[in-house]
Nanobody
Framework: QVQLVESGGGLVQAGGSLTLSCAAS????????MGWFRQAPGKERDIVGS????????YYARSVAGRFTISRDNAKNTVYLQMNSLKPEDTAVYYC??????????????????WGQGTQVTVSS
């Protein structure tokens, strides 16, 4: 079992930047594939990106590739989402999630067993 707590959301103007953090409890954080998802009002929860256990392999959704960066610090049990060049369409609740059954960064929501409570990101035009 792992508990995840996101932080860092807020209101930012288009073109701005924001960094989200996700702190995990437990001693097995480094063994999990981690992912970031987002859900806009009335839409499904979609993958933003995913990171391997060591941080060396990454996966990004096409809509954020080149603008967003995922990283992790296993010593701090924390995964980050650096968001640059934000657009109004990036407005959503952002969730981090852990996929203990996965072996590579993945976008399949069903393989993520543990979820944070989410943090709101609002990008104004």
């Amino acid at each position: 079992q792992v508990q995840l707590v996101e932080s860092g959301g807020g209101l930012v103007q288009a073109g701005g930047s924001l960094t989200l953090s996700c702190a995990a409890s437990g001693r097995t954080f480094s063994s999990y594939i981690m992912g970031w998802f987002r859900q806009a009002p009335g839409k499904e929860r979609d993958i933003v990106g995913s990171i391997s256990r060591s941080g060396g392999n990454l996966y990004y959704a096409r809509s954020v590739a080149g603008r967003f960066t995922i990283s992790r610090d296993n010593a701090k049990n924390t995964v980050y989402l650096q968001m640059n060049s934000l657009k109004p369409e990036d407005t959503a609740v952002y969730y981090c999630a852990a996929a203990p059954r996965a072996t590579v960064p993945i976008g399949s929501r069903g393989l993520y067993d543990y979820w944070g409570q989410g943090t709101q990101v609002t990008v104004s035009s």
